[in-house]
């Protein structure tokens, strides 16, 4: 198994821009969790997924911020537009069944300038 | 809300010697605890966890210990080695709550 697969590794974007962030879950894996990480906030949960439906959002910092997961090998995070306070290393993680551990990507790193 | 409290931030020990991390959490139906590692530049990678049935594991040189009661756990590393030096988060989670509630993390080195 390939594991938790992100794209792109590394984003680099001017400050306005739309910025779309990929993540393919290991096959079977039903949840679906996005996190950011920063040396200040430490790891902070965005959003996650359940068989495919947002369960809870309430971590999504503001509207600039949306997730889907069309169906159980892909999910998308986009933030539009983003701001230099965005810059950190996105994870995407995933998990057999409700409460057990996760498996995590290798994150992207986004560098809003 | 729910809330993990991981404590230290920043732990230093010299290489052979042991290493504990300690953990609270709020919610008392919390049921699942994995530990994470953290290499550096690299992802958290599950090294343990334990339920709400068992007050001890052990893997080679990482044990855990539960004491529901009390609503902590802790993370033991005996003769640490160089490459223990990480970051290492608890969690918390519940089934049928979905989401894992993670600690803010403890910076161990390990001195050679």
Redesign the interface.
């Known amino acids: 198994d390939a594991g938790v697969i992100q794209s792109p590794r590394h984003e680099v974007t001017e400050m306005g821009q739309e910025v779309t962030l990929r993540c393919k879950p290991i096959s079977g894996h039903n949840s679906l969790f996005w996190y950011r990480q920063t040396m200040m906030r430490g790891l902070e949960l965005l959003i996650y997924f359940n068989n495919n439906v947002p369960i809870d959002d309430s971590g999504m910092p503001e509207d600039r911020f949306s997730a889907k997961m069309p169906n159980a090998s892909f999910s998308t995070l986009k933030i539009q537009p983003s701001e230099p306070r965005d810059s950190a290393v996105y994870f995407c993680a995933s998990s057999t069944d409700v409460g057990g551990g996760y498996t995590f990507g290798s994150g992207t790193r986004l560098t809003v300038v | 809300g729910e809330n993990v409290e991981q404590h230290p931030s920043t732990l230093s020990v010299q290489e052979g010697d042991s290493a504990v991390i300690k953990c609270t959490y709020s919610d008392s139906a919390s049921?699942?605890f994995?530990w994470?590692k953290q290499e550096l530049g690299?992802?958290?990678?599950?090294i343990i966890?334990i339920r709400s049935n068992v007050g001890e594991k052990k893997d080679q040189r990482i044990a855990v210990t539960l004491n529901k009661t009390a609503k902590h756990f802790s993370l033991h590393i005996t003769e640490t080695q160089p490459e223990d030096s990480a970051v290492y988060?608890c969690a918390a989670?519940?089934?049928?709550?979905?989401?894992?509630i993670?600690g803010?993390?403890t910076r161990l080195f390990v001195k050679a």
């Not at chain 2, 989670?93 to 989401?99: A, M, Q, R």
């Open positions: 049921n699942y994995p994470y690299k992802r958290p990678q599950l966890d988060f989670s519940h089934t049928g709550g979905f989401k894992t993670f803010a993390g």
